[in-house]
Nanobody
Framework: QEQLVESGGGSVQAGGSLRLSCVVS????????MGWFRQAPGKERERVAG???????SYADSVKGRFTISQDIAKNTAYLQMNSLKPEDTAMYYC?????????????????WGQGTQVTVSS
């Protein structure tokens, strides 16, 4: 059973930055996709970004140009660098892991999920 442990959430003012980390424990698949979802109270869960084992990335339109997903394979860690944060980015952010190269679009298709880390952006 994989475990995903997120960290790096917190409270910042609009325009600020945060970097989220997600460490994958146990077995690392040679072909995989890691990503981030977020969910704000009363809103639908939203896919934010994904990165495959080959380094290809994808982003939601709402975060393009502001967020960057990356990975350190040696550390079994994925990162989400979030710049120019807006109040509407406030949400619980979840790390996800899929044992395939093509990142799924829906939450349910991922194989493993983290517990989440809260990001709060004040205006």
């Amino acid at each position: 059973q994989e475990q995903l442990v997120e960290s790096g959430g917190g409270s910042v003012q609009a325009g600020g930055s945060l970097r989220l980390s997600c460490v994958v424990s146990r077995y690392i698949y040679s072909v995989y996709c890691m990503g981030w979802f977020r969910q704000a109270p009363g809103k639908e869960r939203e896919r934010v970004a994904g990165i495959s084992s080959d380094g290809s990335t994808s982003y939601a339109d709402s975060v393009k140009g502001r967020f960057t997903i990356s990975q350190d394979i040696a550390k079994n860690t994925a990162y989400l660098q979030m710049n120019s944060l807006k109040p509407e980015d406030t949400a619980m952010y979840y790390c996800v892991y899929y044992t395939g190269r093509i990142c799924p679009g829906s939450w349910d298709r991922f194989n493993y999920w983290g517990q989440g880390t809260q990001v709060t952006v004040s205006s």
